[in-house]
């Protein structure tokens, strides 16, 4: 099981952009799709995004294609969520999330209703967008 901690969250204006870092240990990325979650004060934990194991298939939450960005740096076990354009909807506590190649990630609606299978979690990192 992943051990995941997230990092660069922080205050940001309208408009800017941050770029969120998720260190995993206790496993390669190969071996896992990683997501990005994100929880807004009195809200559900909505999906993101997610990158597959093999790194070559990413997808996004509709509010956020366009303007965030997943990635992967295999060589340091990190996961990235570069986020552009942001706005106050986006203030939220970002979460990286492990699910295991054995149960693949097939698509948003699979991610957003998985949760359960998501055994490893990162502490969480506070955006906050306003101005």
């Known amino acids: 099981q992943l051990q995941l901690v997230e990092s660069g969250g922080g205050l940001v204006q309208p408009g800017g952009s941050l770029r969120l870092s998720c260190s995993a240990s206790?496993?390669?990325?190969?071996?896992?799709?990683m997501s990005w979650f994100r929880q807004a004060p009195g809200k559900g934990r909505e999906g993101v995004s997610y990158i597959s194991p093999n790194g070559l298939r990413t997808n996004y939450a509709d509010s956020v294609r366009g303007r965030f960005t997943i990635s992967r740096d295999v060589a340091v076990n990190t996961v990235y969520l570069q986020m552009n354009n942001l706005t106050p909807e986006d203030s939220a506590v970002y979460y990286c999330?492990?699910?295991?190649?054995?149960?693949?990630?097939?698509?948003?609606?699979?991610?957003?209703?998985?949760?359960?299978?998501?055994?490893?979690w990162g502490q969480g990192t506070q955006v906050t967008v306003s101005s």
């Open positions: 999330a492990a699910r295991d190649s054995s149960s693949p990630v097939r698509s948003m609606t699979d991610l957003s209703l998985g949760l359960a299978s998501f055994h490893s």
């Open positions: 206790g496993g390669p990325l190969a071996y896992y799709t």
